[in-house]
């Protein structure tokens, strides 16, 4: 079967750094998305890897392994308007996008 | 102005009723999809549509019908509402079809059904 898995829930420290890992088996691999769910709202785009290596956006960056079906999120500086929910997507082979059940970022003071 | 709506926000009904959410978007997108967001958080994917045309029917209930009256909306009706029909409902739309890796999603608000 196809799964994705990410930890249920991190914390961590306003101004800290934070790494949510993400990983997959998926029948093949057309890119992995990142999007960010703040309760009660929708899901909106952080990020898009295709092929390995490093993507910087701002405070936030994305790493990809396709050898390892693996990702993380790295998250910098981190606000309290980070505090979200953070989801892993991966295309497969038929374009079918599979989720994460995501991860719940708590931002302490 | 809001690029993907929906409504209502909020749904509570009694199971057996008919119900319909409505998603419009406004970014010229040309294809749509319905999302189902359960307790536990996994988005699934029920519906997709490309310029009015149904290309993704995942296995949903046949209670649940898509109407697409044209590419800028896409409604989702439900009939017969059963209790395990309770969760939050997504539209969103893309640029391009799934057919290609990269395109982002822009979703709705939601929607949360409550069946009693």
């Known amino acids: 079967g196809q799964n994705i898995d990410q930890p249920t829930e991190m914390t961590a420290t306003e101004g800290a750094i934070v790494q949510i890992n993400c990983t997959y088996q998926?029948?093949?691999?057309?890119?992995l998305f990142w999007y960010q769910q703040h309760a009660g709202e929708a899901p909106t785009f952080l990020s898009y890897?295709?092929l390995d290596g490093l993507e910087e956006k701002g405070r936030f960056s994305s790493f990809l392994s396709r050898s390892k079906g693996y990702s993380y999120l790295l998250l910098k500086e981190l606000q309290m308007k980070d505090s979200a929910s953070y989801l892993c997507?991966?295309?497969?082979?038929?374009?079918?996008?599979?989720w994460g059940a995501g991860t719940k970022l708590i931002i302490k003071p | 102005d809001t690029a993907v709506s929906q409504t209502p926000k909020y749904l509570v009904t009694q199971m057996g009723n008919d119900k319909s959410i409505k998603c419009e978007q406004n970014?010229?997108?040309?294809?749509m999809y319905w999302y189902k967001q359960d307790s536990k958080k996994f988005l699934k994917i029920m519906f997709s549509?490309?310029?009015?045309?149904?290309?993704i029917n995942e296995t949903v209930p046949n209670r649940f019908s898509p109407k697409s009256p044209d590419k800028a909306h896409l409604n989702l009706h439900i009939n017969s509402l059963e209790l395990g029909d309770s969760a939050v409902y997504f539209c969103?739309?893309?640029?391009?079809?799934?057919?290609?890796?990269?395109?982002?999603?822009?979703f709705g608000s939601g929607t949360q059904l409550s069946v009693l």
């Open positions: 969103a739309s893309s640029q391009e079809g799934p057919g290609r890796g990269n395109e982002k999603l822009f």
């Open positions: 970014l010229g997108h040309d294809t």
């Open positions: 549509y490309n310029n009015k045309e149904l290309i």
């Open positions: 998926t029948s093949g691999f057309n890119g």
């Open positions: 890897n295709v």
């Open positions: 997507a991966v295309k497969d082979s038929n374009y079918q996008l599979i």
